[in-house]
């Protein structure tokens, strides 16, 4: 199986703040990678898609980036709503498998 | 609009199988495959497998090979995943979520179906 490894996995940053949570895959997923934001009680969201490309009604201030193993994603600027956890999943390969998550707090 | 409802939450006792329910409306449902995914209380999300809905085709996670199955009514547009054998480890927030168009990304996602296995 896939490893998924995110860092890190708690940030504490305010409203305004510039954000990066990186995913790393243990081999090559190309660009199979999706990230996704979960609130407390509710189901994930997806946010990015194929790394890069920005899921529908989601905000322009989330950006996803990489290929290969090494992935990015960035708020341009921390909205209060933005506070939650922050998942990366690969589907390049079965068991689809998704990062241990970060947790994104208020500082 | 797109919306996934699952069925209510389940109280099993250890050994007892669940299955629990994903109606979708708003989209074809059988020109998009259905995956399920759980959480358990405070953890992250693990992959089950998927169905394709127009085949009936399903691909399942080695880890649950033998004891889920996946099945789907496409008279009435729903999915259904049932695990068997279950064990505390099985208790958790199991979702539906449909595979979107982005390379297996899951689009949308049913509200949750809390499974505890309790005795």
């Known amino acids: ?107 | 609009q797109v919306q996934l409802v699952q069925s209510g939450a389940e109280v099993k006792k250890p050994g007892a199988s669940v299955k629990v329910s994903c109606k979708a409306s708003g989209f074809t449902f059988s020109g998009y495959y259905m995956h399920w995914v759980r959480q358990a209380p405070g953890q992250g999300l693990e992959w089950l497998g998927w169905i394709n809905p127009n085949s009936g085709d399903t691909k399942y996670a080695q880890k649950f090979q033998g004891r889920v199955t996946m099945t789907r009514d496409t008279s009435i547009s729903t999915a259904y995943m049932e695990l068997s054998r279950l064990t505390s480890d099985d208790t958790a927030v199991y979702y539906c979520a449909r595979d979107g168009t982005g390379g297996s990304c899951l689009d949308y996602w049913g509200q949750g179906t809390l499974v505890t296995v309790s005795s």
């Open chain 1, 1 to 107: 199986d896939i490893q998924m490894t995110q860092s890190p996995s708690s940030l504490s940053a305010s409203v305004g703040d510039r954000v990066t949570i990186t995913c790393r895959a243990s081999q090559s997923i190309s660009n199979f990678l999706n990230w996704y934001q979960q609130k407390p009680g509710k189901a994930p969201k997806l946010l990015i898609y194929a790394a890069s490309s920005l899921q529908s009604g989601v905000p322009s201030r989330f950006s996803g980036s990489g290929s290969g193993t090494d992935f990015t994603l960035t708020i341009s600027s921390l909205q209060p709503e933005d506070f939650a956890i922050y998942y990366c999943q690969q589907s390049y390969s079965i068991p689809s498998t998704f990062g241990q998550g970060t947790k994104l707090e208020i500082k």
